[in-house]
């Protein structure tokens, strides 16, 4: 039964595909034929609404962008439904609203009464700097901290290197940077390493990183263990601090008690030297 049910639906599928197709030929008309449309919606079938809004060219001139500028317009918007606005900006853009009268990430279209038109001014905060960083025949040095600053001023930002894929990131402005490992157990236990693995490898504490356009930049660095250091972990694990701070706790404890006692036994021979010098 089953089996001739589906077999009947196809063959009907198939007839009025075939109608379909005759009407457009006979009449030369678009026919578009539509199935199972809902008499309600429960739910807005559009997420989004996007606009393309960009200047045609550059111009660095007086011109007042906030009148004369390029502009986007959403009409038959839906007034009862929270609604958020913000940029699509490349990916490396941090972008941030720096004046809004309204909250932009819950915009009530129905609530603003007399007023037509939403207002922000966005800023373009910094670039995001990422990279991978990676040691060689190991897996990615986890927690390794990254310094960025210039040549007068070296530690600006900082970041740590994490375990996915050695990812790291930091904020910077278009310029010339320096990268370093940062003082500590980072330095401490590696090199920046550059050139190819022939021997003939320079190794740096530090690298330049040039900005030099919106795009941003995606920095790849190796790093290798000085000599001496290779067995030696990066990050100790918290057992071992514990350990530490268990064995400082007993050994402080073990002063005072020290301490106490010796006091107590001090004070006991001076009152007997007392008392044998009263007795004389």
Same mark, same amino acid.
């Given at each position: 039964?089953? *089996?001739?049910?589906?077999? #009947? &639906? =196809?063959? @009907?599928?198939?007839?009025? %595909?075939?109608?379909?197709?005759?009407?457009?030929?006979?009449?030369?008309?678009?026919?578009?034929?539509?199935?199972?449309?809902?008499?309600?919606?429960?739910?807005?079938?559009?997420?989004?609404?996007?606009?393309?809004?960009?200047?045609?060219?550059?111009?660095?001139?007086?011109?007042?962008?906030?009148?004369?500028?390029?502009?986007?317009?959403?009409?038959?918007?839906?007034?009862?439904?929270?609604?958020?606005?913000?940029?699509?900006?490349?990916?490396?853009?941090?972008?941030?609203?720096?004046?809004?009268?309204?909250?932009?990430?819950?915009?009530?279209?129905?609530?603003?009464?007399? *007023?037509?038109?939403?207002? #922000? &001014? =966005?800023? @373009?905060?910094?670039?995001? %700097?990422?990279?991978?960083?990676?040691?060689?025949?190991?897996?990615?040095?986890?927690?390794?901290?990254?310094?960025?600053?210039?040549?007068?001023?070296?530690?600006?930002?900082?970041?740590?290197?994490?375990?996915?894929?050695?990812?790291?990131?930091?904020?910077?402005?278009?310029?010339?940077?320096?990268?370093?490992?940062?003082?500590?157990?980072?330095?401490?236990?590696?090199?920046?390493?550059?050139?190819?693995?022939?021997?003939?490898?320079?190794?740096?504490?530090?690298?330049?990183?040039?900005?030099?356009?919106?795009?941003?930049?995606?920095?790849?660095?190796?790093?290798?263990?000085?000599?001496?250091?290779?067995?030696?972990?990066?990050?100790?694990?918290?057992?071992?601090?514990?350990?530490?701070?268990?064995?400082?706790?007993?050994?402080?404890?073990?002063?005072?008690?020290?301490?106490?006692?010796?006091?107590?036994?001090?004070?006991?021979?001076?009152?007997?030297?007392?008392?044998?010098?009263?007795?004389?």
């Amino acid at each position: 039964m089953i *089996t001739y049910v589906g077999h #009947a &639906v =196809f063959v @009907l599928i198939l007839f009025l %595909l075939s109608v379909n197709i005759l009407v457009m030929l006979l009449c030369s008309c678009h026919l578009q034929w539509l199935q199972g449309i809902e008499s309600s919606l429960g739910d807005l079938p559009l997420k989004n609404y996007y606009r393309y809004v960009v200047p045609t060219m550059d111009d660095f001139s007086s011109t007042d962008y906030t009148v004369n500028g390029p502009k986007a317009f959403f009409a038959n918007m839906p007034l009862s439904k929270t609604l958020t606005m913000n940029l699509d900006v490349p990916e490396p853009w941090l972008v941030e609203p720096i004046i809004a009268i309204h909250d932009l990430d819950n915009i009530y279209l129905e609530n603003l009464g007399d *007023t037509r038109t939403l207002q #922000a &001014v =966005f800023e @373009l905060e910094a670039l995001v %700097l990422t990279g991978h960083c990676a040691e060689k025949d190991h897996g990615p040095p986890r927690g390794l901290q990254l310094i960025l600053g210039t040549e007068n001023t070296p530690h600006l930002v900082d970041t740590i290197v994490m375990a996915n894929l050695g990812y790291w990131q930091m904020k910077v402005h278009p310029g010339v940077w320096y990268l370093q490992l940062a003082p500590g157990r980072s330095s401490e236990l590696y090199f920046f390493r550059d050139g190819v693995d022939d021997g003939s490898q320079e190794k740096s504490l530090s690298k330049r990183i040039a900005i030099n356009d919106l795009r941003g930049n995606v920095v790849h660095l190796e790093v290798v263990k000085k000599k001496g250091k290779e067995h030696e972990k990066l990050l100790i694990s918290s057992d071992v601090d514990n350990q530490s701070k268990d064995k400082r706790g007993h050994s402080s404890w073990n002063s005072k008690i020290f301490e106490w006692a010796s006091s107590f036994i001090g004070g006991r021979d001076h009152s007997k030297k007392s008392n044998d010098c009263l007795k004389g």
